[in-house]
């Protein structure tokens, strides 16, 4: 069966640090991977989407970055975090037709920038 | 661009009593459209989805929702409440991006509340 992680579940960072979520799916080949982020009392936005490896679209303007080194690994990152950044980021996977699945999310990281 | 619209940002009912919890689509065509659930401090999960099939869906826990083109609507449905489906629900449209993939365009939530 197909699974995917998402870690860590929860960080508190300054703000200027650097920053790495990392997601990870397993049981199925060449899925289509997003982020997306929920600030506090709105709906979820998509920041990145990547339909293999090594290539990332951006939805929106930011200060984040996205990478996609393995056919199942999705990676967001920042060089220097901003307080903005702070929200609940959620990595999600779907394969084609999405129609027939949908889409599958991962637990969720809670990041706070102080 | 297709979109959602949630009618309610908060909605209460008793334990027993009906839910509904109520969705506008906007499209140029024929949607995919979705529920998902999302309890505190977690990820989403999938309550059901519309793909041009049945347009009253079932899905998980006794949730429902009909499809209903004239109406523009996807509302959700469950016939008696329980304390466990106090959660926040969000109705979907997904959309094809450019380059391949689809994007989930999400509404902007309804908080479910479950008294006793």
């Known amino acids: 069966s197909q699974t995917i992680h998402q870690w860590p579940a929860t960080l508190v960072q300054p703000v200027g640090s650097p920053l790495s979520l990392e997601c990870t799916v397993e049981?199925?080949?060449?899925?289509?991977l997003y982020w997306y982020r929920q600030a506090a009392g709105r709906g979820l936005q998509l920041l990145f989407y990547?339909?293999?490896?090594?290539?990332i679209s951006s939805e929106v303007p930011q200060n984040l970055s996205a990478s996609r080194p393995q056919d199942r690994q999705f990676i967001l990152s920042s060089k220097k975090l901003l307080l903005s950044d702070s929200g609940f980021y959620l990595c999600?996977?779907?394969?084609?037709?999405?129609?027939?699945?949908?889409?599958?999310f991962g637990s969720g990281t809670r990041l706070t920038v102080v | 661009a297709q979109s959602v619209t949630q009618l309610d940002s908060h909605v209460s009912v008793s334990e027993g009593t009906p839910v509904l919890l109520r969705c506008n689509y906007s499209?140029?065509?024929?949607?995919?459209l979705f529920w998902y659930v999302q309890h505190p401090n977690k990820g989403l999960q999938l309550l059901l989805k519309?793909?041009?099939?049945?347009?009253l869906v079932k899905g998980i826990n006794g949730f429902e929702a009909e499809f209903k083109k004239s109406e523009t609507s996807f509302h959700l449905t469950k016939p008696s409440a329980h304390m466990s489906d106090a959660a926040e629900y969000f109705c979907?449209?997904?959309?094809?991006?450019?380059?391949?993939?689809?994007?989930?365009?999400f509404g902007t939530g309804t908080q479910l509340k479950v008294e006793l």
């Open positions: 999600a996977w779907s394969v084609w037709p999405v129609t027939n699945y949908g889409y599958t």
């Open positions: 049981g199925t080949s060449n899925p289509n």
């Open positions: 990547s339909v293999g490896i090594g290539q």
């Open positions: 499209s140029s065509y024929s949607p995919s």
């Open positions: 519309y793909t041009s099939a049945a347009t």
């Open positions: 979907v449209v997904s959309d094809q991006l450019t380059g391949g993939g689809n994007k989930l365009t």
